[in-house]
T-cell receptor
Framework: NAGVTQTPKFQVLKTGQSMTLQCAQDMNHNSMYWYRQDPGMGLRLIYYSASEGTTDKGEVPNGYNVSRLNKREFSLRLESAAPSQTSVYFC???????????FGPGTRLTVT | KNEVEQSPQNLTAQEGEFITINCSYSVGISALHWLQQHPGGGIVSLFMLSSGKKKHGRLIATINIQEKHSSLHITASHPRDSAVYICAVEVDNDMRFGAGTRLTVKP
């Protein structure tokens, strides 16, 4: 099992460009999450999907959209990237909420 | 004030020492997580607690719901335990994280 995979590992964007971060899990988990991690701010929840077909906002959703494409995949889209979105993005999954979360390796995004 | 406070922020220990990292929170929670972030950036879940105590190898996590406090203990610490340890709480389907405790274990 690969666990939680994320693509790409690294990305550099110019301000205003768009991109989609991909996340997939092969553990048949119901819940999936997107976090960002910034120095001095710790991890913060952007969006989560409690189950296939549902998505909900977390602490910092502005500037992002998500799609729970199917049970395996949960993508994060930046429609118009801003330098404030420079961060490391982690995807995670869990069997359900209130269960242990498994994290992907992260995507390091720089917006210039 | 952060909803999740960890102490200490930084901790240096000698190999073999007993380590305690503390986490206090100010909101009602449904669960508490302890995570380990390696120097390379990868994050691993260590424990998920809603009550009592859990043990995995040299790691022990406890939670006191009434006092809104959790501790992570590492027995017989080893240099490979060097990492950032993060406390996170689940609140109304949201996750809130502590700032992390950077642990360095010297041989």
């Amino acid at each position: 099992n690969a666990g939680v995979t994320q693509t790409p590992k690294f990305q550099v964007l110019k301000t205003g460009q768009s991109m989609t971060l991909q996340c997939a899990q092969d553990m048949n988990h119901n819940s999936m999450y997107w976090y960002r991690q910034d120095p001095g701010m710790g991890l913060r929840l952007i969006y989560y999907s409690a189950s296939e077909g549902t998505t909900d906002k977390g602490e910092v959703p502005n500037g992002y959209n998500v799609s729970r494409l199917n049970k395996r995949e949960f993508s994060l889209r930046l429609e118009s990237a801003a330098p404030s979105q420079t961060s490391v993005y982690f995807c995670a999954s869990s069997a359900s909420q209130d269960y242990e979360q498994y994290f992907g390796p992260g995507t390091r995004l720089t917006v210039t | 004030k952060n909803e999740v406070e960890q102490s200490p922020q930084n901790l240096t220990a000698q190999e073999g020492e007993f380590i305690t990292i503390n986490c206090s929170y100010s909101v009602g929670i449904s669960a508490l997580h302890w995570l380990q972030q390696h120097p390379g950036g990868g994050i691993v879940s260590l424990f998920m607690l809603s009550s009592g105590k859990k043990k995995h190898g040299r790691l022990i996590a406890t939670i006191n719901i009434q006092e809104k406090h959790s501790s992570l203990h590492i027995t017989a610490s080893h240099p490979r335990d060097s990492a950032v340890y993060i406390c996170a709480v689940e609140v109304d389907n949201d996750m809130r994280f502590g700032a992390g405790t950077r642990l360095t274990v010297k041989p």
